[in-house]
């Protein structure tokens, strides 16, 4: 009687055969393992999603390249007017020193649209995760137009206790979990985690100025790639020590005259370190001269001076 280990004519069968038809095998069951648990979420698992944009989402000037940007991924910047933007850092959109009215001439303002947008928290602004204000002055700050955003948005309010105390006074119905005051000794960082990604709050200085806010702040946002935004810092070196223990910056938010100056170019090139920078602050009927001097400064940086449009930051 023939064993099934041999073939009809009476030969043996192949051990190189067998040990084909088991790898066969084997790499069948692993496949269907694969499709089974591994490519396919289990039941009721969350998936994750990519968002499908109507055209009223995004508004002119605007370039969406996604809400799930990974740390260390380009930010997103969008341009709202004098020192304030709107980042995205992370897959989360911070709001910083926005939205103002009146604002301190000659520095550029949001336009009545513009301004209607950011009050209503609508597109762009619709998924503000966090505002952050650097200090109290009326060109980074208005407390009733933080505070109309804040009604329609559920975002949170990171700064110090003198702007969180004013935003509180024009709208008392908010809760308190919303509005984060941070104030750490100076030349010291305080961590907070309530925006979904790392933000440091800076206790730096204010430049030397005639109604000079004692609480003023930076932040610096993100993890491994973080994007530093320093208000009207006085750009010396001491006021930037703090920087030294925490990551590499890799796009940082500097008045212009920390570029067009050759004293403060040093502190930028020595202290603060950023890879890329966007030149900030600029008066719109200065725009042109500023930056032609940023041009020629030799630095890698991008003069934000048409409110309500995104930048294009150098690589």
Known sequence: MLGSSHRADGGASSPLKLLTMLMLGAAMACLMFWSAFVQAPAAGADRPTIPVLSPDVLSAGEVYRGAFTPDGAAPDVRYVANSGMLVTVSGRRFLIDAPIRD???????????????????????????AILITHWHEDHFDADAIAAHLRRRAAILISSPEVVDRVRSAAP????????????????????????????????????????PEQHLGFLIGGSSPVLHVGDADPAADNFALLAPLPRIDLAFLPFWYVTGEANRTVVSHAIRPKRIVAMHVPPKDAAAVASQVAASGMAATVASTPATSLSLPR
Not at 191 to 210: F, K, M, Q, S, Y
């Open 103 to 129: 604002g301190i001439s000659p520095y550029a303002t949001s336009s009545a649209a513009e301004r209607a947008l950011l009050e209503n928290a609508r597109a762009p602004y619709d998924r503000v995760d």
């Open 173 to 212: 119905e908010l809760p308190a979990s919303r509005l984060r005051a941070v104030l750490p000794p100076y030349g010291r960082s305080e961590l907070v985690n309530d925006a979904g990604v790392p933000v440091h709050a800076l206790r730096i200085r204010h430049n030397p100025a005639r109604r000079l």
